[in-house]
């Protein structure tokens, strides 16, 4: 009886439950901080917004490719980038992506020549379940990119099932139906032999999210082994180090040669 | 044929061209011809006889141009028009006049629609197309009767011919071809038979006749843009189902819009690989329209529209497979057609590995579906931080950079008007020039480093040039941002 009542419930309320709301399953971050806070990782078939944190576009660009690596491996990543974008802030550059594990013969690149045009292409690929991730990254503060243009990617998301991310430099956070918004930054590594530059290391801090508690921060390492992120160790980090007292400017070194020419 | 586009209503005028440091006549209309101007006189001369000459200076690119957009709008009688400059038009009509009932019902439309757009024309038909063009020149309607001129003979034969008392075709035609190239060169009776019909010369079309072609004509122009899409959608259909019939598919699908006053707006789409679903088609060609700069503009509306399937491949019946493969693999090629349509094909790109230790010429970017050479990366060494950079910049950014000593890891440096402090270096990885760019001293060696600051943004500055070796006091550049 009990379990024919369960049933029942369970029924109801998925028939109550609306449409849009199909049951896709999250991306494991693999940051156990990150994912117990979003109730198991990013949900796939919504949309979620990261603000790079001023100066840190590189960052965010690389945290949105590698949560699209979390994802489904198979299904190809599709990278929407505006012309401005492609000049101002660089290509993105195939040995560098792979080298973050990437496969570079699964990301196709398409650029807009505006907002617009970026705004009508994601909408195209966002609705195409083949596709695994999509980043759509318009340049600057892209006021086309509004609250009805991001519903209508939400919803698409919804019925496809892609993970969405929308990436953003320059811009200030606006109303949207993204499910998830971010804030992400570089964050100093964990430096190896010889002080020599780490592994990818992010802050990232949850601003809005639409069905749970917003407001964490958290420190995230890309483990490019396992494809997957992990909670970075704390480690010192020494901002403001004094310079030593004698520096050399390249620019002011001069030969002998040099300043003879210049006395004579 | 000649434009009377621009030219005062009533006033004899005439086209100047400058020849030799003097302005002579180039070309003179009717009136002007009937007044005793004939081209090639100077403009002073002209004037002085016809006071109210008008004068227009001659630009024989608008006249290709002109000829260009004739030849276009010639489409709609035949799939085969040939340019013949400066003035002239062929088209190969065979089996093509029957819309028209006949080839006299073909010229009548053609003569009144010459007739709309102001232009005037000799209009010829003839079983060669030397002879139609030779008929066309001469305005006359008698093979026979054509001048010796009419073959395309050089200045002597011609002169021969006169001398010998032979003034037209007639009087060739009727002599045994032995003796006459024995006499005239061997040129002179292959042109001749060409001009008779007894050799079958072809054009060469400007536009190769397509594999498939459908097309819709309406009585009365059509204008609205809701009525072209559906007669697309049907074109599309029939072009469909004849490439069924081949099992074919189409590369290259290309609509023309013939517009009643001869304007032919094209519309083409490309398919990555063969494709022949109506419906995907007939949304490529809606993404097609949707994506114009200047929206279609029908005028007084269409009268034809055709659609074209230059380019086709064999395309078997798709099996599905069972787990719903090969509908996800059609699914992304249908989303990268539809991409390639709106945006162009330039703006869909895949990214491939190029051969070469140069970091800017490591890879590159080719259009989804090019060949392509097969990619292959360096290997990752476990537990070792990405190497190379997550964007490049095209061209490497100058910066200011405090090292301490002048061939040492950057201490700190400005970019972009901002001051970075670096915490941590890695470097440097030498990177030198191709050794045939080393000799004449250009390609200087780069010296890599990975560097991070103290808010941890990571970046790839290099020195370019080494210090004092090859260069006495070499600038820095930012080439990369890491993730």
């Given amino acids: 009886m009990s379990r024919e009542s369960s049933l029942l419930s369970a029924l109801r309320t998925q028939i109550s439950a609306p449409a849009e709301a199909h049951a896709w399953p999250f991306v494991a971050t693999g940051s156990s901080v990150a994912d117990a806070r979003l109730g198991g990782g990013l949900a796939r078939g919504a949309l979620h917004e990261l603000y790079a944190e001023e100066g840190h576009h590189a960052g965010a660009a690389g945290f ?84 009805t243009a991001s519903r209508r990617l939400a919803l698409a998301a919804a019925r496809s099932g892609v993970l969405t991310l929308v990436l ?89 040669a040099e300043f003879g020419r210049r006395a004579a | 044929m000649r434009s009377s586009g621009g030219a005062p209503p009533d006033l004899p005028f005439a086209l100047v061209e400058t020849v030799r440091g003097g302005i002579r006549l180039a070309a003179v209309d009717a009136r002007a011809q009937a007044l005793g101007i004939v081209p090639g006189l100077t403009l002073a001369d002209a004037r002085a006889r016809v006071p109210e000459l008008a004068s227009i200076e001659h630009r024989p690119g608008d006249d290709a141009a002109l000829l260009d957009w004739l030849a276009d709008a010639c489409d709609r009688y035949s799939p085969s028009v040939a340019c013949h400059p400066p003035q002239g038009l062929v088209l190969d009509i065979t089996g093509c006049e029957h819309p028209y009932g006949g080839e006299a019902g073909l010229r009548d439309d053609l003569a009144g629609r010459l007739a709309r757009r102001g232009l005037t024309a000799r209009l010829a038909c003839a079983a060669t197309p030397d002879a139609a063009l030779a008929l066309a020149c001469h305005a006359t309607a008698d093979i026979g009767a054509l001048p010796v001129a009419a073959l395309s003979v050089d200045g002597d034969t011609h002169q021969a011919l006169r001398r010998a008392g032979l003034r037209t075709i007639g009087d060739l035609a009727a002599r ?123 005028g007084f509306g ?52 190029g051969d070469s230790h140069i970091p800017e010429q490591a890879a590159f970017e080719l259009p989804v579906g090019d060949p392509a050479p097969p990619s292959a990366w360096p290997p990752l060494e476990p537990g070792e931080p990405p190497l190379r950079p997550l964007h490049l910049f095209d061209t490497p950014q100058r910066i200011e950079v405090l090292a301490e000593v002048p061939d040492g890891p950057p201490r700190r440096f400005r970019w972009r008007r901002v001051q970075h402090d670096v915490i941590r270096s890695e470097g440097p990885e030498r990177i030198a020039a191709q050794w045939w760019r080393r000799r004449d001293g250009k390609g200087l060696t780069r010296d890599y480093y990975r560097v991070e600051d103290a808010r941890g943004r990571r970046f790839w500055l290099f020195r370019h040039g080494l210090y004092e070796t090859e260069k006495a006091d070499p600038d820095w550049y930012v080439h990369g941002l890491f993730a």
């Fill in chain 1, 64 to 147: 949105a490719l590698l949560v699209s690596l979390c994802g489904d491996a198979a299904k190809p990543l599709i990278w929407v980038r505006e012309d401005k974008g492609e000049r101002g802030d660089g290509r993105l550059h195939a040995p560098g992506l792979a080298e973050l594990g990437a496969d570079p013969a699964r990301i196709i690149l398409v650029t807009g020549r505006d907002a617009l045009s970026v705004l009508r292409a994601a909408a195209e690929i966002v609705g195409c379940g083949a596709v695994g991730a999509v980043v759509i990254e318009p340049w600057g503060k892209a006021p086309a990119l509004d609250l």
């Fill in chain 1, 168 to 256: 953003r430099a320059g811009a200030t956070p606006s109303p949207s139906a993204a499910t998830t918004r971010w804030r992400v930054g570089a964050a100093p590594s964990g430096p190896l032999a010889a002080n020599a530059p780490g592994r990818p290391t992010f802050d990232i801090s949850l601003l809005r999210h639409r069905s749970g508690i917003a407001g964490f921060d958290a420190r995230v390492e890309w483990d490019r082994d396992a494809r997957s992120f992990r909670d970075a160790a704390p480690h010192r980090v020494d901002v403001g180090t004094p310079l030593p007292g004698r520096v050399f400017a390249p620019a002011a070194v001069r030969t002998v």
């Fill in chain 2, 176 to 298: 045994p071809r032995g003796p006459l190239a024995a006499r005239f060169g061997e040129a002179l009776p292959v042109l001749l038979a060409r001009l008779l019909g007894e050799a079958d010369p072809r054009i060469v079309p400007r536009r190769q006749p397509p594999a498939v072609q459908v097309e819709a004509r309406f009585a009365e122009p059509v204008a609205r843009t809701g009525f072209v899409l559906d007669t697309l959608d049907r074109l599309v259909g029939e072009a469909a189902v004849r490439l069924g019939e081949q099992g074919c598919g189409g590369r290259r699908f290309e609509a023309a819009l013939f517009r009643s006053d001869g304007q032919v707006a094209r519309l083409a789409v490309e398919t990555g690989a063969p494709a022949r679903d109506p419906a995907i088609l007939a949304r490529l060609f809606r993404e097609r329209i949707d994506g114009l700069a200047d929206p279609l503009d029908p």
């Fill in chain 2, 302 to 353: 269409y009268d034809l529209i055709r659609l074209a399937v230059p380019v086709i491949e064999p395309l078997g019946v798709q099996q599905l497979r069972l787990d719903g493969g090969a509908v996800a693999d059609a699914e992304l090629a249908g989303l990268i057609d539809r991409l390639a349509t709106r945006l162009g094909r330039t703006r869909v790109r895949r990214l491939h590995a």
